[in-house]
């Protein structure tokens, strides 16, 4: 089974600052996905960031960045330009690529409380 | 456009009633879930459908049943409530083969069993 791990419970930044959140998983799958989802005081999971696992380039959304090491099992999320509207938890997901039955479900870490500092 | 909407937001239950947690989307997906969010922890799965008539369990299936007639709705029932439901559900829905599977979340209900 995978599992995903944050080994991060909270952070804080200063508004406008750069910061960096933590996801190391577990698999021995070679062709998955990864996520980071947000989920604001509202409590909607919303989706940060995708990255498939066969892409060697890191994906980006805007200000959002993922540094994702294949080898070590790694996924780092970096926010850059912290914005008071980015305070949130955010989840790192885990999904494997074989459509099987019952593959397509997410495994979530625990979260990262990301308190941005005006 | 609506997405994934469940119901109610909020509800408070005595030890051993029942309830279902509705939930309904209207993007045409075929995969729905539900998951529950304990405090502090991330979510975890409770029930999957992949299809109208077709549902499986879980990581975390026990005290729910779930069905599954319409591609649209997806309620999960509660049976005996017990103080170990208390929690926040949150349905999902993704459509196979398109945008790499990315889930979409509904906003919630929030359970509390007394």
């Known amino acids: 089974a995978q599992t995903v791990t944050q080994s991060q419970p909270e952070m804080s930044v200063q508004e406008a600052e750069t910061v960096t959140l933590s996801c190391t998983y577990d698999?021995?799958?070679?062709?998955?996905?990864l996520f980071w989802y947000k989920q604001p005081p509202s409590r909607q999971m919303i989706l940060v960031i995708r990255?498939?696992?066969?892409?060697?380039q890191n994906a980006t959304e805007n200000r959002f960045s993922v540094n994702f090491q294949k080898a070590a099992k790694s996924f780092s999320l970096k926010i850059s330009d912290s914005q008071l509207g980015d305070a949130a938890m955010y989840f790192c997901a885990y999904r494997s690529a074989i459509s099987n039955f019952g593959n397509e479900k997410l495994t979530f870490g625990t979260g990262t409380r990301l308190t941005i500092i005006p | 456009n609506a997405g994934v909407t469940q119901t109610p937001k909020f509800r408070i239950l005595k030890i051993g009633q029942s309830m279902t947690l509705q939930c309904a989307q209207d993007m045409n997906h075929n995969y729905m879930y539900w998951y529950r969010q304990d405090p502090g922890m991330g979510l975890k799965l409770i029930y999957y459908s992949v299809g109208a008539g077709i549902t499986d369990k879980g990581e975390v299936p026990n005290g729910y049943n779930v069905s599954r007639s319409t591609t649209e709705d997806f309620p999960l029932r509660l049976e005996l409530a017990a103080p170990s439901q208390t929690s926040v559900y949150f349905c999902a829905s993704s459509y196979r083969g398109l945008a790499k599977n990315i889930q979409y979340f509904g906003a919630g209900t929030r359970l509390s069993v007394l």
């Open positions: 698999t021995s799958e070679s062709d998955y996905y």
């Open positions: 990255q498939e696992a066969y892409k060697q």
